[in-house]
T-cell receptor, first 110, second 113 residues
């Protein structure tokens, strides 16, 4: 099993829709989790951090399910500008190293 | 807040040529620094990390090396590039004290021909 796994998508949704992505992780000892957004040919940018059960920032909600070892990212009222690849990241092996999933691609259409 | 600078943005190099990519950090001291590579359509692979001057740890065997000659400088090198070294190279550092989130530089897109 990979350390971090994501459905590659693409998720094609209309504007205004609610969409959710999951990310599964293998290390049950992980305490913190991260969602990054990556636009085409750009660097990933930190979107949200999750340290306990969840986190909410405007239209974005990240939730953690420790029992099933996955984190989710929910986007409400999708905008065209939300189109991007969403990467999850989990610490692994100390020294604040992060292991990244391969990303889930979201395409929001009019 | 921390800012990471990378250059060049784009590089096309022939097979067998040397490589040097530089990453510098502003706004923080003694950061943990990381080199990642992203192949086309793939996730980020951790190549090297450094917790201080002269301290380098390699995550995967490869044709590349890294150095940290100064606190805020992290260099990725190769003596002879291979076609498989092509990719998007990203330098990352801790976003802020106490947080595990990284800030990334804008990356270098390397094509080996």
């Amino acid at each position: 099993r990979k350390e971090v796994e994501q459905d590659p998508g693409p998720f094609n949704v209309p504007e205004g829709a609610t969409v959710a992505f999951n990310c599964t992780y293998s290390n049950s000892a992980s305490q913190s989790f991260f969602w990054y957004r990556q636009d085409c040919r750009k660097e990933p940018k930190l979107l949200m951090s999750v340290y306990s059960s969840g986190n909410e920032d405007g239209r974005f909600t990240a939730q953690l399910n420790r029992a099933s070892q996955y984190i989710s990212l929910l986007i409400r009222d999708s905008k065209l500008s939300d189109s991007a690849t969403y990467l999850c990241a989990v610490p692994s092996g100390g020294y604040n190293k992060l292991i990244f999933g391969a990303g889930t691609r979201l395409a929001v259409h009019p | 807040s921390q800012t990471i600078h990378q250059w060049p943005a784009t590089l096309v190099q022939p097979v067998g040529s040397p490589l040097s990519l530089e990453c510098t950090v502003e706004g923080t001291s003694n950061p943990n620094l990381y080199w990642y590579r992203q192949a086309a359509g793939r996730g980020l692979q951790l190549l090297f990390y450094s917790v201080g001057i002269g301290q380098i740890s390699s995550e995967v065997p490869q044709n590349l090396s890294a150095s940290r000659p100064q606190d805020r400088q992290f260099i990725l090198s190769s003596k002879k590039l291979l076609l498989s070294d092509s990719g998007f190279y990203l330098c990352g550092g801790m976003k802020d004290s106490g947080s595990y989130g990284y800030t990334f530089g804008s990356g270098t897109r390397l094509t080996v021909v």
